[in-house]
């Protein structure tokens, strides 16, 4: 039923995510998720709902693809969405996978954009 390898591959992941959030030291949430949506390894804080973030996270970046095919943009890269209480990025993994990244406002957006490129260029091979 389950992959014997899953629990190697989430630690495996989870690690790659630890020395991102290190690295980027204002980011307050991740998720890693298929482009269907569904959660592979997160780390948000109590109260959140992981699954629905993912959703949304999946949704807004095939929007967001189709409108950068759509203005003839070329391939889309990732997506920075500012608001009120901080940054949130959302850059694919691979074919396979979408990393979203939540930070405090007062975090350097391209420290924010860096660690969510080296991550997700160190994850993409492994899914």
Do not use: C
Request: charge should be negative.
């Amino acid at each position: 039923m389950f992959d014997p390898n899953f629990d190697e591959l989430q630690g495996k992941l989870r690690e790659i995510m630890e020395e991102a959030t290190s690295l980027a030291a204002g980011v307050r949430a991740w998720l890693l998720l298929s482009k269907e949506g569904l959660p592979i390894a997160s780390a948000v804080p109590h109260g959140l709902e992981e699954a629905e973030i993912a959703a949304m996270s999946a949704s807004i970046l095939g929007v967001a693809d189709l409108a950068a095919e759509r203005l003839d943009q070329g391939t889309l890269e990732e997506v920075l969405i500012t608001n009120e209480q901080g940054l949130i990025i959302l850059r694919g993994a691979g074919e396979k996978a979408i990393l979203v990244l939540a930070a405090r406002k007062d975090m350097k957006t391209g420290l924010l954009v860096y660690a969510a490129k080296t991550a997700s260029e160190k994850i993409a091979p492994m899914l």
